[in-house]
């Protein structure tokens, strides 16, 4: 009885045994199925992702034609009105004032004044704006009027830093200054300048940090009146170099350079009638490039990355009647690209090119592709981008709006 008994749990355990590995055998098999549904469905999920990201590709890097209107603003008689950017949107101002508009096209603060030839110049949190043969000047940040300050002399050119330092050019009837100032309009140094001997100061411009300054002046040699270059510097080094902190000078031949430009806080670009010179100077100035130009330069734009010059087309086999070349700080040509149209104004703002003209605006990108083209149904007195994706403020001859640029026909 007991070797039954025995063989009976033998057999009962081996069929519990043949029992668990079928159970085993069907769970893997099942669980075999269930892998390979998941790495369908894996697959699947991945080529739709990728699908919608080719999709989403292929419109961004489509042109843009159209566009709607997100909501209206409140900057009107636009064509009567000056306009810079500041941070991520821009301060409108005129005789009478001035307003800061954020990226919604919304005022932030409004600053009225007197002034009969306003001129801006924005670096930073800081703006300042002179009245150009007057005496005032009025330096702003994000949260309004800093300072109201009123000068000896007429100001002929003004230059502010990032941390609201500015430099003005004043004229008097015998002599000129370059003088500069802190952001409450206290005195920090004075250059005084005479035809006959340093020249006449053309332009100015201050270094982000205020202690560098870049000018170009005329002066006499003999009966010719030839142009000049002036780098000074505020800072420690150059207060230990010597009493009017002038680290270096160039005599130029042959060109006019009515305008400077610090592009950032150590690289300069003179802009000459018929080439460009860029400088380095992060104490002292030394030439990097100069690029001589064969043509008339109709338009000027910078950055702190490229210069760009509009000049003549010259390819017969075009239309397009201007060219637009662009080059790096190092002074190499990277882009170069033909504008069909006959523009008004032209902006390069962070990567951006932008051109308006009547009622025509056009958008491109610093490799030269065209983002935006579109001929809307009033003029356009300028373009502003507001820091968020595809919307800018359009500015027209009376009102303006926050768009967003769309592809396809836009609904009146």
Same mark, same amino acid.
């Given at each position: 009885?007991?070797?039954?008994?025995?063989?009976?749990?033998?057999?009962?355990?081996?069929?519990?045994?043949?029992?668990?590995? $079928?159970?085993?055998?069907?769970?893997?098999?099942?669980?075999?199925?269930?892998?390979?549904?998941?790495?369908?469905?894996?697959?699947?999920?991945?080529?739709?992702?990728?699908?919608?990201?080719?999709?989403?590709?292929?419109?961004?890097?489509?042109? @843009?034609?159209? @566009?709607?209107?997100?909501?209206?603003?409140?900057?009107?008689?636009?064509?009567?009105?000056?306009?810079? #950017?500041?941070?991520?949107?821009?301060?409108?101002?005129?005789?009478?004032?001035?307003?800061?508009?954020?990226?919604?096209?919304?005022?932030?603060?409004?600053?009225?004044?007197?002034?009969?030839?306003?001129?801006?110049?924005?670096?930073?949190?800081?703006?300042?704006?002179?009245?150009?043969?007057?005496?005032?000047?009025?330096?702003?940040?994000?949260?309004?009027?800093?300072?109201?300050?009123?000068?000896?002399?007429?100001?002929?050119?003004?230059? $502010?830093?990032?941390?609201? !330092?500015?430099?003005?050019?004043?004229?008097?009837?015998?002599? #000129?200054?370059?003088?500069?100032?802190?952001?409450? *309009?206290?005195?920090?140094?004075?250059?005084?300048?005479?035809?006959?001997?340093?020249?006449? +100061?053309?332009?100015?411009?201050?270094?982000?940090?205020?202690?560098?300054?870049?000018?170009?002046?005329?002066?006499?040699?003999?009966?010719? $009146?030839?142009?000049?270059?002036?780098?000074?510097?505020?800072?420690?080094?150059?207060?230990?170099? #010597?009493?009017?902190?002038?680290? *270096?000078?160039?005599?130029?031949?042959?060109?006019?350079?009515?305008?400077?430009?610090?592009?950032?806080?150590?690289?300069?670009?003179?802009?000459?009638?018929?080439?460009?010179?860029?400088?380095?100077?992060?104490?002292?100035?030394?030439?990097?490039?100069?690029?001589?130009?064969?043509?008339?330069?109709?338009?000027?734009?910078?950055?702190?990355?490229?210069?760009?010059?509009?000049? +003549?087309?010259? #390819?017969? =086999?075009?239309?397009?009647?201007?060219?637009?070349?662009?080059?790096?700080?190092?002074?190499?040509?990277?882009?170069?690209?033909?504008?069909?149209?006959?523009?008004? =104004?032209?902006?390069?703002?962070?990567?951006?090119?932008?051109?308006?003209?009547?009622?025509?605006?056009?958008?491109?990108?610093?490799?030269?592709?065209?983002?935006?083209?579109?001929?809307?149904?009033?003029?356009? $007195?300028?373009?502003?981008? !507001?820091?968020?994706?595809?919307? @800018?403020?359009?500015?027209?001859?009376?009102?303006?709006?926050?768009?967003?640029?769309?592809?396809?026909?836009?609904?009146?």
């Amino acid at each position: 009885m007991e070797k039954v008994h025995i063989m009976r749990k033998f057999t009962m355990i081996k069929g519990v045994e043949e029992t668990a590995q $079928v159970e085993k055998a069907t769970l893997m098999e099942q669980w075999k199925k269930n892998r390979l549904a998941i790495a369908r469905g894996v697959v699947a999920v991945f080529v739709l992702v990728l699908v919608v990201l080719v999709i989403r590709a292929f419109i961004s890097l489509g042109t @843009y034609n159209s @566009y709607e209107v997100v909501e209206e603003t409140g900057v009107q008689n636009s064509s009567m009105i000056d306009y810079i #950017n500041y941070k991520d949107s821009l301060l409108k101002y005129s005789k009478d004032g001035a307003t800061y508009v954020n990226e919604k096209g919304e005022a932030v603060w409004n600053e009225t004044f007197a002034m009969k030839m306003p001129k801006a110049d924005a670096c930073g949190e800081y703006i300042a704006i002179a009245d150009l043969n007057g005496n005032d000047v009025y330096v702003f940040n994000a949260e309004g009027k800093v300072s109201s300050t009123t000068l000896p002399h007429k100001v002929c050119d003004i230059a $502010v830093a990032s941390q609201g !330092t500015f430099a003005v050019i004043l004229e008097s009837e015998k002599e #000129n200054f370059i003088n500069l100032y802190d952001k409450n *309009g206290d005195p920090i140094s004075e250059i005084q300048t005479t035809i006959d001997k340093s020249g006449y +100061p053309m332009d100015i411009d201050l270094s982000d940090d205020g202690e560098k300054l870049f000018s170009s002046y005329l002066y006499l040699d003999g009966v010719a $009146v030839k142009n000049g270059l002036a780098a000074y510097n505020f800072g420690p080094v150059g207060q230990s170099e #010597n009493a009017d902190r002038m680290m *270096g000078g160039y005599q130029l031949e042959g060109t006019i350079v009515p305008k400077v430009e610090f592009l950032d806080n150590n690289t300069i670009c003179a802009f000459g009638d018929n080439q460009f010179i860029i400088y380095a100077m992060r104490q002292k100035p030394s030439e990097k490039a100069k690029i001589v130009l064969e043509k008339e330069v109709r338009s000027v734009i910078y950055n702190e990355e490229c210069i760009g010059v509009v000049v +003549p087309n010259d #390819n017969e =086999k075009s239309e397009a009647p201007y060219c637009l070349e662009l080059y790096n700080t190092n002074g190499r040509r990277i882009m170069s690209k033909e504008i069909d149209f006959d523009y008004e =104004k032209i902006r390069l703002i962070n990567d951006e090119i932008i051109f308006t003209g009547g009622t025509e605006s056009r958008i491109y990108t610093i490799s030269g592709k065209l983002k935006f083209a579109h001929v809307f149904s009033k003029n356009v $007195v300028d373009l502003i981008p !507001t820091g968020f994706s595809r919307r @800018y403020i359009a500015l027209y001859d009376s009102g303006s709006e926050v768009i967003k640029l769309t592809h396809g026909k836009k609904k009146d």
